[in-house]
């Protein structure tokens, strides 16, 4: 089984020494009460419930799966009642709107606590996950009368939701859709189709199970232009808001997956159910893009997830066992043979895993800064300024460390050796659930195409320019710097070819529009290596300003007590040996994923169908 332990020392110092986070809260109304000792004590309770309680279910999620019984869904032992802890605890109101039973908390700290509790059972946590972006999504395009209905019961965690979007014939082009909403004479609809691939869609947790549908009033237009946007409640719910009749919506399968076994991923059956229009006629895809979005940012923390349940494991197996003599002396004289942390392969495989959990957290963070300022700054260009950033990380964060993070789970699987691939450490299992998350909330391919042909060349570079701006701004006020040229200088150059690769394809694309599809994966990955060498090159820099002021203050409390003083600043010393380690060892990807960008659509679409 594999065990976890949450983060708390490196979140600290992603959210206080390199976001410095708690100012920024003072500047949002709503949110100045959330300072560090709040935060922290909240995430000292999290890591408490997710270590004790979630993560031994983890395992016992993946042997015994759920099961469906005459269209009801049972979930394995003890999710139920660890449900039930989590609702009685509040934990899913903790960054909710308080005018619906919310506690108000930063979204910044909701997407910790995210973290925390998926790392530690990540089948789990999409139950409760679901529902965040199910009431984002009515809280902005409800009605007053729907939201009183469905928010606070979705707040407190009495209910909960789901997205339903993909059918049989039909996956990312959703204009293909088939799905019916027939108008009723009381103003609600009447839903006929079939859903597939709906995570947490039926299950034995909560009391209602609000999901959110699109469908096709009749006479729509074709294509995406003519999907709407429903409310289909399990149990539609009385006047007094409780649970009523049981609606026409059923489970008619569990799919048969990989991984994330805890989790009921059904085939569901809308037999003319009861439905509510959310939004307006036929703009039901805009504002499914906002559940979609927060979906997105949820399976970049998957990524996290899996990639630091990869590294805690692998690092605690590689310092016990013992395989081999270190090639340059032994390091064990009271052993049979070395720790095999000793050998340079393995820390190889380590070292990636910590650069990719580390600056993906960071990078996670930063993100949901951003959400703070949109949800919450009086400022207009502000606002502006943050959702356009928001606009252009969303694809990276989703693609990029979700590739990373099923890199990291086979990285982990392989430092295990042969135990890797049996079911006794969990490894195999974090691999198998990691490897979803490159699919579902579109995939690699769909984010790619999003990030180059929408956000950068759709924008004509707007979106993309104040990244590159800020960057080329920090490599030149550290250029000087002796300690940090080994970073900064790198990072300049590499920047600098992220946007001669932009004006490259974008030329070409204007010539042929299959060098968009083309590069588009390579050119995602090279922004994901671009934007983590940032946060390492920060990272460096505040580590580094750290350790000096730690040895300044020692030598003055040795020079006024006459006697030596010690510090531990092996933290901060790992930071620039990890931030090392990545210029040196994943920055230098970029400089093939440069080559293959170059290298155009041509190898690609020259060959016949028939010739495959």
């Not at 960054?95 to 089948?123: D, F, K, M």
């Not at 003519?226 to 008619?252: T, W």
């Not at 090392?580 to 060892?585: D, I, L, Q, R, V």
């Not at 920055?587 to 028939?610: F, H, N, V, Y």
Request: charged fraction near 20%; aromatic fraction near 8%; proline fraction near 4%.
């Amino acid at each position: 089984m594999a065990n976890y332990k949450a983060p708390l020392r490196d979140i600290q110092f992603v959210l206080e020494d390199l976001l410095n986070v708690y100012p920024h809260y003072q500047n949002l109304p709503g949110y100045e009460e959330a300072t560090a000792d709040l935060a922290n004590a909240v995430f000292e309770e999290a890591a408490k419930f997710s270590e004790e309680v979630l993560a031994p279910l983890n395992a016992v999620g993946d042997r015994e799966g759920c099961q469906l019984v005459d269209g009801e869904v049972t979930t394995p032992t003890g999710f139920k009642e660890a449900y039930q802890a989590f609702v009685a605890g509040g934990w899913p109101s903790m960054e909710q709107p308080v005018e619906y039973g919310g506690q108000g908390l930063p979204i910044s700290i909701g997407l910790v606590i995210r973290e925390i509790i998926g790392t530690a059972n990540w089948a789990w946590s999409m139950y409760p996950g679901l529902s965040h972006g199910a009431t984002v999504t009515i809280f902005d395009h409800g009605t007053e009368a729907q939201k009183d209905t469905y928010l606070k019961h979705l707040i407190s965690g009495e209910w909960t939701g789901t997205m339903c979007l993909t059918e049989a014939h039909c996956g990312t082009d959703l204009g293909l859709l088939k799905s019916k909403a027939e108008p009723n004479e009381d103003g609600s609809f009447s839903i006929t189709g079939s859903k597939i691939f709906i995570s947490a869609g039926e299950h034995d947790l909560a009391g209602n199970i609000v999901h959110i549908v699109l469908a096709r009033l009749p006479g729509a237009p074709a294509g995406t232009k003519g999907i709407s946007l429903f409310i289909v409640p399990k149990f539609i719910p009385n006047e007094d808001g409780s649970p009523g009749d049981r609606n026409a919506v059923s489970c008619g399968s569990l799919e048969h997956k990989m991984g994330i076994h805890g989790n009921a991923t059904c085939v569901l059956n809308f037999d003319g159910a009861t439905g509510y229009m959310l939004g307006q006629p036929n703009k039901g895809l805009r504002c499914m893009f906002t559940f979609m979005n927060v979906a997105r940012m949820g399976t970049g923390i998957q990524g996290l997830s899996h990639t630091e349940l990869s590294f805690q494991n692998s690092l605690a197996y590689a310092k016990d066992r013992l395989s081999m003599r270190s090639l340059t002396g032994t390091k064990n004289p009271d052993g049979p043979a070395d720790p095999i942390i000793v050998h340079p392969d393995v820390r190889r495989m380590l070292l990636t895993q910590k650069a990719f959990a580390e600056g993906s957290r960071a990078l996670i963070y930063f993100a949901g800064t951003l959400v703070d300022t949109t949800e919450k700054s009086t400022d207009a260009a502000k606002q502006e300024e943050a959702e356009n950033l928001l606009s252009f990380l969303t694809p990276i964060i989703k693609a990029f460390i979700t590739e990373t993070g099923l890199e990291s789970a086979n990285l982990g699987m392989q430092c295990f050796g042969g135990h890797g691939y049996i079911s006794e450490w969990g490894m195999e299992q974090n691999a198998r659930d990691a490897r979803i998350a490159t699919l579902y909330e579109g995939t690699t391919g769909i984010q790619s195409l999003d990030l180059l042909g929408r956000k950068v060349l759709g924008s004509k570079g707007k979106l993309m320019k104040p990244v590159t701006a800020e960057i080329i701004k920090f490599c030149k006020e550290h250029r000087w710097n002796r300690q940090m040229r080994p970073f900064v200088i790198p990072l300049w150059k590499s920047v600098k070819r992220w946007k001669s690769l932009t004006r490259r394809v974008g030329f070409s694309a204007m010539r042929n529009r299959d060098q968009v599809g083309a590069a588009s994966v390579d050119y995602l990955m090279y922004s994901g290596y671009v934007l983590l060498g940032f946060i390492w090159a920060k990272s460096a820099y505040v580590a580094q300003q750290k350790v000096s002021q730690q040895k300044g203050s020692l030598q003055k409390i040795a020079e006024e007590t006459n006697t030596e003083a010690v510090t531990d600043n092996s933290f901060y010393q790992a930071k620039i040996q990890t931030a090392e380690f990545y210029f040196a060892k994943i920055l230098p990807r970029t400089e093939t994923l440069a080559a293959t960008i170059k290298t155009g659509s041509k190898s690609l679409m020259a060959m016949p169908e028939d010739n495959f």
